[in-house]
């Protein structure tokens, strides 16, 4: 799809369902991959205020507040995200957003996970499983009885997502469907849904 027509969708989905930060989310991340980048830290800046555990949305908007030229409040947004991150145990975007803030020459803040594996010692040590926590709320219980659907999505689903939020998805997944008037029997339908789903659950850097 061309991408000022994806900006587009994205822009009626988060108008037309202003509390639902998946549209801002999206909209915003459209615009900064368009290399919009003023444009784009309102939208990722609401999804933000409508949902702040999504680690991610802070890695995009420091990237829009440095596309256009705000350093400082990019590496304060990027601090705030990789803290957020590491109390939802969402390991990639806290090392993304830690890497960038290295690279700027910033602080890197440190982070809760490190000084717990510090403190060693521990009778559970370095040998105990990794255990489950849902990459969108974070909590380490509620992992769903099965896999929701069938195939590798749905295997990743099960691994990383909580009962609770895929039940939020399900709503959500409608919704997606009916503002985008997606036709899931065509691929592209069906590949745009699969998208959606992955940054609702924030499942894409699992
Ligand atoms: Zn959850």
Redesign the pocket.
């Known amino acids: 799809m061309e991408q000022n027509q994806r900006i587009e969708q994205f822009r009626q989905m988060a108008e037309a369902d202003p509390d639902n930060e998946l549209g801002h989310f999206s909209f915003g991340k459209a615009l900064l991959e368009a290399e919009r980048f003023a444009d784009a830290v309102a939208p990722l800046a609401r999804a933000i205020e409508l949902r702040p555990a999504m680690s991610k949305a802070y890695q995009l908007l420091g990237q829009a507040y440095d596309g256009s030229g705000n350093r400082e409040q990019a590496v304060e947004m990027l601090t705030k995200g990789a803290l957020v991150a590491d109390e939802q145990g969402d390991v990639m975007p806290r090392e993304t957003m830690a890497r960038i803030l290295g690279e700027w020459g910033a602080e890197v803040p440190v982070f809760k996970s490190a000084e717990a594996s510090g403190s060693g010692g521990s009778a559970e040590g370095s040998a105990s499983a990794e255990g489950f926590r849902?990459s969108?709320?974070g909590?380490p219980d509620?992992q769903l009885a099965k896999p929701p659907f069938k195939g590798e999505l749905g295997t990743k689903v099960f691994d990383h997502?909580?009962n609770?939020?895929w039940q939020e998805w399900i709503p959500m997944g409608t919704k997606v469907i009916n503002e985008l008037s997606l036709v899931l029997s065509t691929p592209e339908g069906a590949q745009s849904y699969d998208q959606y789903m992955l940054e609702f659950l924030q499942l894409e850097e699992c």
Request: hydrophobic share 10%.
């Open positions: 849902c969108r709320c909590r509620g997502v909580c609770g939020c």
